[in-house]
């Protein structure tokens, strides 16, 4: 495969005030616009296990407890182009049931639909892994449907082909 799932199956993004956030079976994204010009200088960025805290230009952007937890270490957060910062943190728990309803625990939540679309996404990026893992390492997920029960990450069918 010459493309992670979520560059091929795209990303199902939860519109903000600042941006937008998305995730992935592992990580959760965080993309915040901010005044053309901007400056790493100029960006005050905390990543903790449970807490994001981010402030440009010395104005907090966004600040609170995380939906779930991450691993503190493995986030970082960039500048682009001087107008786009991306935050990238890594889940604790990574299973397709996982699926991250808000971003921070009382702020920033999905709409329904765009919280269904994240599960369908998680659900068949669990399928892709798992396909890749066993019998079928070539069979493309990325532009796959699915209905059917798919909620917390679909059925287990862990204990087929033991």
Not at 23 to 48: K, M, N, W
Not at 53 to 61: D, I, N, R
Not at 96 to 125: F, H, I
Request: glycine fraction near 8%.
């Amino acid at each position: 495969m010459s493309a992670p799932f979520e560059e091929r199956s795209g990303v199902v993004p939860c519109a903000t005030p600042w941006g937008r956030w998305y995730q992935t079976l592992e990580e959760v994204f965080i993309e915040v616009r901010v005044p053309s010009g901007t400056r790493a200088r100029d960006v005050r960025c905390s990543l903790r296990s449970r807490h994001v805290a981010l402030a440009v230009g010395g104005e907090e952007v966004l600040q609170g407890k995380l939906f779930d937890s991450t691993i503190a270490d493995e986030g970082t957060w960039t500048l682009e182009d001087r107008k786009l910062i991306r935050i990238v943190l890594t889940k604790t728990n990574r299973d397709a049931g996982n699926c991250w309803t808000s971003l921070l625990e009382n702020e920033y939540a999905a709409d329904p639909w765009v919280q269904d679309q994240m599960q369908r996404k998680l659900t068949l990026e669990r399928f892709q892994r798992e396909a890749s893992q066993r019998t079928n390492p070539g069979f493309d997920f990325s532009g796959a449907e699915i209905s059917g029960n798919y909620s917390k990450g679909g059925p287990d069918f862990s204990s087929l082909g033991k």
